[in-house]
């Protein structure tokens, strides 16, 4: 079974504050993704990865920046949080069948 | 602009009733269609997909309809069940983005006994 794990599934944080989300798979896959979910607008794509060192940018990157350095390793940063990046953050990694994707447990960010 | 809709943020069923969950999409060149399960503190899990050549995709209880002409795709459980309580993603992958999957706002279905 396709492992995908997130360091942290409950973090609160300051306005100003640095966060790193960290996601690290055990498949070998080569793209990962970072989602963020809010009620009633879905999945948001924020950054991907097709390889390491390589990112692009999803629909909603603002705010946000990536790190690809190890090919199971997938890290989001918020340089300086702020309140309106409360949410469910969301890693993935896209496994062989078209269009499949492995999430993890996901990390619920509160940015007081 | 929103992609792929899901109108229904909600929907209540009866236990082995039949539960039909719709999402719109707007562009064509959407290339594969998937539904994913999320219940409360988990990731979504993949269910069932369907490729833009076909039409229909079965899988046990759970069927995918495609309707290429109208942009439209449904999901129907049958018969439903108290555990397919949870919310219910549909998704789209465009032809060249990499895997890149576009998702809809959700709707939670909830079966009552």
């Known amino acids: 079974d396709v492992k995908v794990t997130q360091s942290s599934r409950y973090l609160v944080k300051r306005t100003g504050e640095k966060v790193f989300l960290e996601c690290v798979q055990d498949m070998d896959h080569e793209n990962m993704f970072w989602y963020r979910q809010d009620p009633g607008l879905g999945l948001r794509l924020i950054y991907f990865s097709y390889d390491v060192k390589m990112k692009e940018k999803g629909d909603i990157p603002e705010g946000y920046s990536v790190s690809r350095e190890k090919k199971e390793r997938f890290s989001l940063i918020l340089e300086s949080a702020s309140t309106n990046q409360t949410s469910m953050y969301l890693c993935a990694t896209k496994g062989y069948q078209a269009g499949e994707l492995f999430f993890g447990e996901g990390s619920r960010l509160t940015v007081l | 602009d929103q992609q792929v809709k899901q109108n229904s943020p909600s929907l209540s069923v009866q236990e082995g009733r039949i539960s039909i969950l719709n999402c719109d999409y707007t562009?064509?060149?959407?290339?594969?269609f998937l539904w994913y399960k999320k219940y409360p503190a988990e990731g979504p899990t993949f269910l069932i997909s369907i490729s833009s050549i076909k039409d229909k995709n079965e899988d046990g209880r759970f069927t995918v309809f495609l309707n290429k002409s109208a942009k439209h795709l449904s999901l129907h459980i049958v018969p439903s069940q108290p555990g397919d309580s949870a919310v219910y993603f549909c998704?789209?992958?465009?032809?060249?983005?990499?895997?890149?999957?576009?998702f809809g706002q959700g709707t939670e279905l909830s079966v009552k006994p």
């Open positions: 998704a789209a992958r465009g032809g060249n983005q990499g895997g890149k999957l576009i």
């Open positions: 562009n064509s060149m959407f290339d594969y």
